[in-house]
């Protein structure tokens, strides 16, 4: 029996089972006392639910790269805030083995007010690295980032392309056991892009799982050989990238083709 | 999140300890962004205290006919812890809020915002210390001795013990300002409330000298039970005495009976404190799942 287990521990790095998550999504958001009594005398304290994520599951082997497919709404995002603990689930459970490294939004912790070098060792901390950690990576952080120039100047005078070379380069600057990203490299010139793109490759060699998160398909079946498909909160397919990604674009086709023909019908 | 397997429980407040280099890089941070690029930045912290203790020593001094000995000191001492809890707490209160960005992009332990702010107010209130040797030093000279004394260093035990309330005091204030904005007002009144029930330019003194004159006109001691619930159930108040025992007390002669500490004054400081640190904590481990849904 504890063989059994330990072998299941090994074999999934993330296991994300039957989850769900819920949100209120009230007509007002009641943020005030004031608001809450007023609500709560005249029995308006209502709970209008909306399900973001309905009974995911998904299981990831070590060294897998997964792509999360699905339109705008779906709860791509959410799935990836799940695993990347920002955000509990209201059912199920999430289990990822190991350090996880999360490129939600790059710079989420950059301060304007501070120079890059602090905002290195602050961006770091904040990703739970201790100081001596980034003291022994820091040349090659600011070396990814070609930032050299101005490591003394605020972040505020940096354009949002050095500001995300900023957040990349502090963010990969260690090879974690599990890679988020999500549609963070839209930004930044094409050259960066492509570093960037060598280096989660680089990763990927090394055996860090990813989990990837674009619209543009190209990108997605160079960098990922797995994919999960969302809609509505629900998982549509999971698998093998080409079938999901081919079954995604018919579908799109498919629903494209239905509104031209409304259109033109009126 | 990576090289160090994971020792502490997530969302537990042990976590803070996982995240003690963030602590030093917040911390450094709101330093820097006072103090930089503004030359008078340390100047200021001090002579803010010292504007206000002079025009209220002004002012009390007219007010009242009691005679407190080193007035400018008593007044400064207490303003000074009184300052140092209020603007913590008031700080840590947005701590969540104001950082509602990255908490929804990244995880990391949300105590770190109220007790690095609070840290921050700390390290604050150890610079505007000056203020107060710059009144003694002027003391010093005006009295012809001198008014420092080895007790002063006692102060360390005030701070650690205020520190840890206003943490308790903190947590709390902050978790509840993710779901009610309006706690802030709340706050504000019930620190000018405290304000004024912590005998900081007045002394307690003066309200046993009321209860005799009440028992001796046969009427109930009310201005006793008041100076108990102060002595007794206001740790802000309970941190000033201390305070002032360590700082003032040394400096004047013929110490009056009630500015006396005893052992039950730190009990009852560290009592306060740590019960406030269980409570606020309580709370916010409670909270901290539902703030992304609020923030």
């Known amino acids: 029996m504890e063989n059994l287990e330990k072998e299941n521990a090994s074999s999934y790095i993330v296991e994300v089972n ?81 350090s996880i490294a999360s490129l939600i939004e790059l710079g989420a912790g950059i301060d304007p007010k501070l120079t890059a070098r602090e905002n290195i060792y602050l961006n770091g901390c904040i990703l739970g690295y201790t100081k001596q950690f980034i003291d022994e990576k820091f040349d090659a952080i600011v070396e990814f980032s070609e930032l050299e120039d101005f490591l003394d100047s605020p972040v505020q005078n940096f354009s949002s392309g050095m500001k995300s070379r900023l957040g990349f380069s502090v963010a990969t600057m260690v090879e974690p056991d599990v890679l988020i990203v999500d549609e963070v490299l839209s930004v930044g010139d094409v050259l960066f892009r492509k570093k960037c793109m060598k280096r989660m490759k680089e990763m990927l060699a090394n055996g860090t799982t990813l989990l990837f998160v674009s619209h543009n398909m190209g990108t997605v079946k160079e960098m990922c050989d797995k994919a999960i498909w969302l809609n509505n909160g629900e998982v549509v397919m999971s698998g093998d990238i080409n079938k999901v990604c081919d079954e995604y674009n018919s579908t799109i086709e498919e629903k494209k083709a239905k509104e031209k023909k409304e259109k033109q019908k009126k | 999140m990576a090289t160090k397997p994971r020792q502490y429980k997530e969302g537990s407040f042990f976590e803070i300890f996982r995240y003690k280099d963030l602590l030093v890089q917040l911390v450094k941070r709101d330093i820097k962004l006072k103090y930089r690029r503004s030359f008078l930045g340390y100047v200021w912290s001090i002579l803010n205290p010292l504007l206000i203790m002079i025009i209220m020593a002004v002012v009390f001094s007219f007010l009242f006919k009691r005679e407190i000995g080193m007035f400018p000191i008593y ?62 030093i002027v003391f010093s000279f005006i009295e012809g001795k001198v008014l420092f004394s080895p007790w002063n260093f006692g102060i360390i035990i005030v701070v650690a013990e205020a520190y840890v309330f206003s943490i308790g005091l903190g947590l709390l204030m902050s978790q509840l300002h993710v779901f009610f904005r309006d706690i802030r007002y709340v706050y504000n009144a019930f620190s000018t409330m405290v304000l004024y029930c912590s005998a900081i330019f007045y002394d307690v003194g003066m309200f046993y000298e009321k209860a005799k004159d009440q028992v001796d006109a ?71 799942d539902k703030f992304i849904l609020y923030i």
């Open chain 1, 18 to 98: 039957n989850v769900t998550v819920r949100f209120n999504k009230a007509n007002q958001k009641v943020d005030n006392l004031k608001e809450y009594f007023v609500r709560l005398v005249r029995r308006q304290l209502m709970f209008q639910e909306f399900i973001a994520l309905r009974d995911v599951n998904l299981k990831i082997k070590k060294g897998e790269a997964w792509a999360i497919i699905g339109t705008n709404g779906s709860g791509k995002s959410t799935l990836l805030k799940v695993i990347s603990r920002i955000l509990k689930p209201y059912k199920g459970s999430v289990r990822v083995e190991g």
């Open chain 2, 75 to 136: 007044l400064l001492a207490g303003r000074s812890v009184f300052e140092f809890i209020n603007t913590a707490v008031s700080k840590a209160l947005g701590a969540i809020t104001d950082n509602a960005s990255l908490l929804k992009k990244t995880y990391v332990s949300k105590f770190m915002f109220p007790l690095s702010k609070i840290t921050s107010v700390m390290v604050d209130f150890v610079f505007s210390m000056g203020a107060l040797i710059v009144v003694m």
């Open chain 2, 218 to 288: 046969g009427a109930a001691p009310l201005a006793l039970y008041l100076a108990y619930f102060i002595e007794y159930f206001n740790p802000v108040y309970i941190y000033i005495k201390q305070f002032r025992f360590f700082v003032w007390a040394p400096a004047v002669e013929n110490l009056p009976q009630w500015a006396m500490v005893t052992p039950v004054d730190f009990l009852l400081g560290f009592g306060y404190a740590i019960l406030m640190l269980f409570v606020g904590v309580f709370f916010f481990k409670r909270a901290q």
